[in-house]
């Protein structure tokens, strides 16, 4: 079975400081992690995504995420923060195997504060 | 990218009429695309999966009848919602999988429902 968790609900920080954002997930198979970012009222634009290859991903607008197979973790963080970040931020797994599943997590709002 | 498109972005229908929603992918052909509906301020929940040619499989608690899905080209997949009710109000969001890419789905911009 598979799931996907969001640690928080909500994260609020200062404008120029770290953001993270945390990610739990759960897998039978090998799986494809995504971090996707949704602005209200707007569909989903995809941030960066783990395939099996480098486990320290780089996505858009200076965002990146590490996977950690030891502690089944795929946390989003990225070095300063900027109003325009402000957002709802979802983790999403995939798999192919037995048929192709996308599990959601719950999503977390981010505030961004001048 | 890949891109994904959806038609209308928003649209409102008085109640009891019928609406539908086009999702086409534009520079792929997709086999499978997927249709989620998405309540305000909740994650997204898969309705139904729609497989070019062959009929929609439909997640557990989705009505068919109310929301029927054709799939009839490689590009196009459209969601009907019929006789709509006010609580059918939502922001419906369509993905469509490229066959070249394993994992990856591609997310349409959503179309945003309200029905009075």
């Known amino acids: 079975a598979q799931s996907v968790t969001q640690l928080d609900s909500h994260v609020s920080v200062s404008e120029g400081t770290p953001v993270l954002l945390r990610c739990n997930y759960s897998?039978?198979?090998?799986?494809?992690l995504f971090w996707y970012v949704q602005h209200p009222n707007k569909g989903l634009q995809l941030l960066l995504k783990y395939t099996s290859a480098a486990t320290l991903v780089k996505g858009i607008n200076g965002f990146e995420a590490e996977f950690k197979k030891s502690e089944t973790s795929f946390h989003l963080t990225k070095p300063s923060a900027h109003m325009s970040d402000a957002a709802e931020y979802f983790c999403v797994v995939t798999r192919n195997t037995g048929g192709f599943k996308t599990i959601f997590g719950a999503g977390t709002r981010l505030f961004v504060k001048a | 990218g890949a891109v994904v498109s959806q038609h209308p972005s928003r649209v409102i229908c008085k109640s009891g009429t019928s609406v539908k929603i086009e999702c086409r992918s534009l520079?792929?052909?997709?086999?499978?695309m997927f249709w989620y509906r998405q309540f305000p301020k909740k994650s997204l929940m898969l309705m139904a999966t729609?497989?070019?040619?062959?009929?929609?499989?439909?997640e557990q608690g989705v009505e068919k009848d109310k929301f029927l899905i054709n799939h009839a080209s490689l590009t196009l997949s459209t969601l009907t919602v019929t006789s709509a009710h006010p609580e059918d109000s939502s922001f419906y969001i369509c993905?469509?999988?490229?066959?070249?890419?394993?994992?990856?789905?591609?997310f349409g911009p959503g179309t945003r429902l309200t029905v009075t």
């Open positions: 897998s039978s198979y090998s799986p494809s």
């Open positions: 520079d792929f052909q997709a086999t499978t």
């Open positions: 993905s469509a999988r490229d066959p070249q890419r394993v994992y990856e789905q591609y």
């Open positions: 729609s497989n070019e040619g062959s009929k929609a499989t439909y």
